[in-house]
């Protein structure tokens, strides 16, 4: 039985793992609607909804009522967004604030095959309102970024519905009409990364980085981009920026921990280092336990090894890799019976997968 003996290269969430972060980003189709709003218990909220679905309310009140959608979504309270957001859309079917809130609140609410039509109502609506006259240059890029804004959620969307070209498409559209905008050239980096377009993703990552220099997350993106690229000068100074910048982003000290690991020789100390520092900041870092664990395995430092892989093992029960370094950690230890232990863990998850295949499910990454 075989694993890889070398640090692995940090994994980039795809596009497809954006929608936590897309519930709180919506701050222009919040417009007038981001003031801010007080919590209100779940039973006013239903007489709110209830009064919309009852009559078409006046102005200020449908911008209250937006304005509480909005409120909901960054409380994630998605159910009851959706349900107020839905009940503005029946008011008002082309209006692209409501349009876009209830497809956001859809979607984070767990039913992406629900939000997709309601995402694409909402591209149609704001496109709509983007080619309109009036206001000036400046209400006319903000119709633009809301545009884009609600075709960055399409694409999210149809990431996750598994539709990866479609994806890529909305997010290009999305840059095209607010260049300027960081979660839109966010996305399209990841969705580039996931097309295996390095070159491309590196360039999206910096424009992003660019708009948004104290972006912990865009910086780390961008520098993973640049090693997978082959770019290891370029990555290395990127971790270093991102860790100078934001010591206490995790993110940064693994990075650079698992490339400086990987050039080896005098480097591994500080490797260790910043591995160690990761997961002082944050210690559920399954990436930082696994390669700490394996680089101390290898270089004859078993015993401190087995908390980390010990723990690894538990973020990702049904990985091989940690139960095979503990395998190895054991035996060096002169603990045969639970290296035997481990070795039969990795043995179940390998057959385990394989049937997996074979009735036709993925397998497990």
């Known amino acids: 039985m075989s694993a890889r003996a070398h640090p ?9 793992a954006a929608c936590a972060a897309i519930a709180l980003r919506a701050p222009l189709f919040g417009g007038a609607c981001a003031a801010a709003q007080q919590s209100l218990p779940p039973a006013r909220v239903a007489q709110v909804i209830e009064q919309v679905r009852r009559a078409p309310p006046a102005e200020d009140a449908y911008v209250q009522a937006l304005a509480l959608g909005y409120a909901l979504l960054g409380e994630a309270r998605y159910e009851e967004a959706a349900q107020l957001f839905g009940a503005l859309v029946e008011k008002r079917q082309a209006d692209p604030q409501a349009l876009y809130g209830v497809a956001l609140a859809t979607f984070n609410a767990g039913r992406a095959v629900e939000a997709e039509p309601l995402a694409r109502r909402a591209v149609e609506a704001a496109l709509a309102a983007s080619r309109s006259a009036g206001g000036g240059q400046a209400a006319g890029r903000e119709r633009k970024a809301r545009a884009a804004d609600a075709f960055v959620l399409l694409g999210v969307v149809l990431a996750v519905r598994g539709d990866d070209a479609g994806a890529l498409k909305s997010v290009e559209q999305a840059v095209h009409l607010a260049p300027d905008s960081f979660d839109a050239q966010l996305a399209l980096g990841r969705a580039l990364f996931g097309a295996g377009d390095d070159a491309g993703a590196v360039a999206a990552f910096r424009a992003a980085v660019a708009l948004r220099p104290a972006d912990a997350q865009a910086r780390f993106f961008l520098a993973t981009a640049l090693e997978r690229a082959g770019d290891d000068k370029g990555a290395m100074a990127a971790y270093r920026e991102l860790v100078a910048r934001q010591p206490g982003a995790a993110e940064g000290h693994l990075g650079l921990g698992v490339l400086l690991l990987k050039r080896g020789g005098p480097e591994v100390a500080g490797a260790l280092k910043e591995l160690g520092r990761a997961l002082e900041i944050n210690p559920n870092l399954y990436e930082a336990r696994v390669t700490l664990g394996r680089a101390l395995v290898a270089r004859g430092r078993a015993a401190e090894a ?28 002169g603990r045969k019976e639970e290296a035997a232990a481990e070795s039969d863990i990795v043995r179940r998850i390998h057959e385990s997968r394989r049937g997996g295949a074979q009735a036709g499910a993925p397998p497990e990454r």
């Open 306 to 333: 087995v908390e980390h892989l010990r723990r690894a093992a538990e973020l990702a029960p049904g990985n091989p890799e940690p139960h095979y370094q503990l395998s190895l950690a054991y035996r060096r230890l």
């Open 8 to 16: 692995r290269r940090l994994r980039l969430p795809a596009l497809a």
